[in-house]
């Protein structure tokens, strides 16, 4: 079955700022992206995914992503990360160039917090 949708074919830039990519509905049924540059040093501030789940594909350089308050985990280019629904996270640049990423945030459709398996969401 076609899809009545537009498939987007959208361009990064390689400016030393955000870049919105997705910006959800109506544009998508949801997902919002974009492409995050973060200077030595700084981060992009803690925050929570709420009911969403989100994607995090790094680009270039390396970094920290800190996962509640004691949680902590090397990521950088090549690097592909999954943060699941409620958690709160933040990305801290630890190295000397800038840290690119871009990063995905989609509703999490899965209702009663069960997974397709069957396995309660953890």
Do not use: W
Request: proline share 6%; with cysteine.
């Amino acid at each position: 079955m076609a899809s009545s949708e537009k498939v987007l074919i959208i361009e990064l830039n390689d400016k030393a700022e955000y870049q919105r990519i997705l910006e959800g509905q109506p544009q998508t049924f949801g997902m919002r992206s974009g492409r995050v540059y973060i200077n030595p040093g700084q981060s992009c501030g803690r925050h929570s995914t709420k009911n969403h789940e989100e994607l995090l594909v790094f680009l270039s350089g390396r970094g920290l992503l800190l996962i509640g308050e004691e949680d902590s985990h090397n990521v950088g280019e090549g690097k592909v990360c999954y943060i699941p629904p409620y958690t709160d996270h933040d990305v801290k640049n630890a190295g000397t160039e800038p840290l690119i990423y871009i990063y995905c945030v989609a509703p999490a459709s899965v209702e009663s917090g069960e997974r397709k398996s069957g396995n309660p969401a953890k």
